[in-house]
């Protein structure tokens, strides 16, 4: 073979180039173990199943389930996939859904509120100016209201 034939555009041996040859991109593990954990979680007229249940049954640990429907919220955020301390199972009853998702809402709103009150506005107190730090306060205890507001105002 000669030198035209083993060389790509960018004048480089063909098997060295990842522009003319690019490796295959696996899906993330995440994604994988979505696919896995999707394939136990029950659906409707079934009872939930327990977190642990639903990790063995598709052969992953605590922690790769919890990245896999981490993964799966986040991608497929319309997925009608829900949890409570019974377990967890995908429905398509329209009130357990909005249930599931009003109490998820709650939650986001106490954790923003914790993580701005107790880590980040401490954080700028201590390093930006006194300008900077009212600013953000300001900006933060609006963001707060307006979460608060919407949250408070979901029906029950």
């Known amino acids: 073979m000669s030198r035209l034939e083993t060389d790509c555009i960018h004048d480089i041996d063909r098997r060295w ?22 394939m136990v979680i029950p659906g409707d007229g079934e009872d939930p199943m327990s977190v642990d249940d639903v990790a063995a049954a598709a052969g992953l640990t605590r922690h790769q389930f919890n990245k896999a429907v981490a993964w799966m919220r986040e991608n497929y955020p319309d997925l009608p996939l829900v ?65 608060a507001e919407f949250t408070n105002g979901l029906a029950s």
């Open 17 to 38: 180039c990842y522009d003319c040859n690019p490796p295959a991109s696996p899906a993330s593990n995440a994604e994988v173990w979505a696919d896995a954990v999707s």
């Open 83 to 147: 949890s409570s301390p019974a377990g967890i199972r995908f429905t398509m009853d329209e009130a357990t859904v909005n249930a599931f998702r009003r109490s998820r809402a709650r939650s986001a709103e106490t954790t923003i509120r914790r993580m701005m009150r107790g880590a980040v506005l401490p954080y700028v107190q201590q390093t930006a100016t006194n300008r900077q730090y009212r600013r953000m306060q300001r900006m933060t205890d609006s963001l707060l209201d307006e979460i």
